[in-house]
Each structure stands twice: as structure tokens, then as C-alpha cells.
């Protein structure tokens, strides 16, 4: 393995269903990323079709949003993984080889393959379906990573499972923030005037990213996911309105303490990039606890409590 390997992640505001234009920016910040000297630069979820579109699409609309994995946008980014000698992570509205529609994330290898993991609690749309399995790889960097998106890494036992299958870089894509939680002291929705009066007046917005809303959520749990695992997680999301939800960006890299390497707390699309120092997973809290367990007590956690929910479900109240 590597001593250290230097990874960069992304926050920008995606067009929906504008993939020429969410394109372009990807382009973008792919020369700074490799300009920066990084390997791999992660982008958010979905950030190619477009996110909180969907569910308001209907079943045509939807259909005519999705590509296959080898069709133009993703082409366009394997072929710039090629030119930059950089691993790039994108997210977009996959056409399966199997005519199912998924939210699909793909890290195209500058050797001109990839590997693409399909969200595992899927709840965009009726007719988006839910992937069935685990996304852990080798890179020729020398070090396994992991992919999970979004609500994929609210649940303990997904990022353990990629921790125990020798993941020890998770690509977390996002596109959270400011959603309106069933839960009292859930995430609550960012007022639209904030996001308008921006370039006036930043400092309410900036203190709802910061806040409760955002990056408060997010150190209620995303730290936990990097230090009780042992792992690095490098954490991408949108940012700005998105079709009546304001995204709150914190662009942010981990290392395997829950410590945070970089981060942004900027309003607008922006990009971090971390070195990521190799040596300290071993010997971190999380790979201890991993060589801890003891298997033999944990038939609860296969087994159906008879209460299981899907993502769809929990999320819309939708079977």
C-alpha cells in the first residue's frame, strides 16, 4: 500500500436534466482536481441528470432521463478520466442493462474502466429500483474503496459491511441538506430567500449551512461512519435550491478518526482536496474494534424484525 494518496470533493449546484451543462462543470473542476495533484475527485450524487426533479417526472419523462452506462455522458467521463490520468466519480440516472432505472454512481479508472454501484435504498421515483449489492474495489492506487450513496450511509450496517469487505476509502455522494425530516429534531427546510439573497446578504445562509440544517446534521453521524470503521470518506454534495429544497454543500474529507482533513463552508460550488495519510488506518480506533467482534452474537442483525421499511416508504409514506 501507499503511504498517502490525495483525494478531492466536490459541491456544485447541478441543472436539472441539463447534463451538457453539469458536464461542463464536471470538466471543470476535474482539471482543478487534478491540477491540485489529486487521484480521485468525487462528485455528488445524481449531479449529471439532476436530483429533486425526479420525483415529479413522470413515467415517460423519467425514462427518457436515464442513459446506460455506456452511453454519452458517462463515455465523456471515462474519456476524461483517461486524459487526467484521475479517477472521477459521477452520479447519474442509469438505464440497467437489465431495462431498470437505477441512481447509479460510477468511479471511472484512468485505465479506462470502472466500477458502478447502484443506490441500495432507492426513493426518487416509483421507478427507480434499489441495487442489491455491495460496491468494494481495488484501485491502482493500491487502496480499496467503497461506494454508498446518500441514505446508503445512514444505515450503520452498509458502511460496516464495506469496512469488513477491506473498504478503506468510502465515496459518499449526497444530495442533502435542508429536507424537510419527519423527525422533531430532524433537518427542517432553508427558506428560498436566503439562497436568493446570497450575494447581498450571506450571512443567514451561511449560518443555515453551517447549522442544524446542514453540517450540524452531519457531524450527528458522519464522523461515527469514518472512526467506528476505520476508513477515510470523502463526502460530496449539491448545494444551493434544487427544486424547492436547498442543498447545503460542506464538501468534506475524513480520515479514519472521524477527524476532518478539509472542508467547505462555502455558498456556491466548490471544491477540497485532502492528503490522505494511509498509515493511520491501521492502527485506527475502528480497525481495532473490527478485529474485536465476535460474530457469533449477531444473528440479530440478519434477522427480519418484521417492521422493515423501504427507503421509498420511510422517506414518502409510498410502498
Request: net charge negative.
Amino acid at each position: 500500500m501507499p503511504d498517502h494518496l490525495r483525494i478531492a470533493t466536490v459541491q456544485f449546484q447541478h441543472r436539472a436534466a441539463d447534463a451538457d451543462y453539469n458536464l461542463s462543470t464536471i470538466t471543470h473542476f476535474a482539471h482543478r482536481a487534478r491540477a491540485e495533484g489529486a487521484h480521485i475527485v468525487a462528485f455528488p450524487e445524481m449531479c449529471v441528470s439532476g436530483y429533486w426533479h425526479i420525483p415529479k417526472l413522470a413515467d415517460a419523462e423519467i425514462g427518457r432521463l436515464a442513459e446506460p452506462v455506456d452511453g454519452p455522458s458517462i463515455t465523456h467521463v471515462a474519456a476524461l478520466s483517461i486524459e487526467l490520468g484521475l479517477g472521477i466519480g459521477v452520479g447519474w440516472l442509469e438505464m440497467g442493462e437489465d431495462q431498470r432505472l437505477y441512481n447509479a454512481y460510477r468511479l471511472c479508472l484512468p485505465d479506462g474502466s470502472g466500477h458502478t454501484h447502484r443506490k441500495l435504498h432507492a426513493f426518487e421515483h416509483r421507478q427507480i429500483a434499489s441495487g442489491d449489492n455491495y460496491t468494494v474495489f481495488d484501485t491502482p492506487w493500491g487502496v480499496k474503496v467503497a461506494i454508498l450513496i446518500c441514505w446508503d450511509n445512514n444505515l450503520v450496517e452498509n458502511v460496516r459491511a464495506c469496512a469488513l469487505m477491506g473498504a478503506e476509502l468510502l465515496l459518499a455522494p449526497h444530495q442533502t441538506g435542508g429536507t424537510d425530516s419527519l423527525s422533531p429534531y430532524g433537518m427542517k427546510p432553508i427558506p428560498q430567500v436566503l439562497w436568493d439573497r446570497r450575494h447581498i446578504d450571506p450571512g443567514p445562509l451561511q449560518r443555515e449551512l453551517a447549522g442544524p440544517n446542514g453540517r450540524g446534521w452531519l457531524m450527528r453521524w458522519l464522523p461515527a461512519r469514518a472512526h467506528d470503521n476505520g476508513m477515510f470518506i470523502a463526502f460530496s454534495n449539491g448545494i444551493g435550491a434544487d427544486h424547492g429544497e436547498i442543498r447545503t454543500g460542506n464538501a468534506m474529507i475524513l480520515d479514519p478518526y472521524g477527524r476532518i482533513l478539509a472542508e467547505s463552508a462555502a455558498p456556491h460550488d466548490d471544491m477540497v482536496a485532502a492528503d490522505l495519510d494511509l498509515g493511520l488506518i491501521a492502527t485506527s480506533s475502528g480497525r481495532r474494534w473490527l478485529r474485536g467482534r465476535r460474530p457469533a452474537l449477531y444473528h440479530a442483525l440478519t434477522e427480519s424484525q418484521g417492521n422493515e421499511q423501504s427507503a421509498r416508504m420511510t422517506r414518502f409514506g409510498e410502498a
